[in-house]
């Protein structure tokens, strides 16, 4: 396996649920993200992490909970969820969280719908 | 007003055509400017970024950045089928600020036969 890989590729899950997403990435980078893409509407970050530390949060409802065990592995926990919450959610990761020439290499996304 | 501005298309244009993809920004801490190509299904990819003013050619592609005017352009020459996906601007200031990204929403193009 090579890049970012994201697991599931789709997730339908009702309000009342608890599920997780999980992005692995094999690039032997130091920084890992979460973004949420909802259409028509701009990629918003949500959660930076650096060498597994949180050092972003970008004023997200605590539904949301990230957790980076190790600096190849990101979750997204996810409980009592809203239908606005529907969107692809997009892992991402850099080699450093700082720095300019430090490009997002993207996995392909979650598509979570909430029912 | 938002941060970045991008015409959300469609865009439909016949192969071979120049295309012109275009953002305009109101920030001026931005320095650092990415375009980044989306095909359905899939997760952004990086084209291009460039941090001066002026013209940065890469095979077909050719960003350019005019500061003054708060403007951006990706132009695709000899457009080809294959070049059908959403384009995404994005940017960010040079220094500081970590390595958090602003987008477009995206032009979502399409190339026909």
């Known amino acids: 396996e090579t890049g970012v890989t994201q697991t599931p590729r789709h997730l339908v899950m009702g309000m009342t649920n608890k599920k997780s997403l999980k992005c692995e990435q094999h690039l032997g980078h130091n920084a890992m993200y979460w973004y949420k893409q909802s259409a028509k509407k701009p990629l918003e970050l949500m959660f930076v992490y650096s060498l597994e530390e949180r050092v972003e949060n970008n004023s997200v409802p605590s539904r949301f909970s990230p957790e980076c065990p190790n600096s190849s592995h990101l979750f997204l926990h996810l409980h009592t969820l809203q239908p606005e919450d529907s969107a692809l959610y997009l892992c991402a990761s850099s080699q450093t969280a700082q720095g300019a020439s430090s490009p997002l290499h993207f996995g392909n996304g979650t598509r979570l719908t909430v029912t | 007003q938002k941060e970045v501005e991008q015409d959300p298309g469609p865009l439909s244009v016949p192969e071979g055509a120049i295309v012109s993809l275009n953002c305009t920004y109101s920030?001026?801490?931005?320095?650092?400017f990415m375009w980044y190509r989306q095909y359905s299904r899939k997760g952004p990819e990086l084209l291009m970024y460039?941090?001066?003013?002026g013209n940065k050619e890469d095979g077909r592609f050719t960003a350019q950045v005019d500061k003054s005017s708060k403007y951006i352009s990706l132009f695709i020459r000899d457009s080809q089928p294959s070049d059908s996906a959403t384009y995404l601007c994005?940017?960010?200031?040079?220094?500081?600020?970590?390595?958090?990204?602003?987008f477009g929403t995206g032009t979502q193009l399409k190339v026909e036969l």
């Open positions: 460039t941090y001066s003013s």
């Open positions: 994005a940017m960010r200031v040079l220094t500081g600020g970590g390595n958090k990204l602003t």
């Open positions: 920030n001026s801490a931005f320095q650092y």
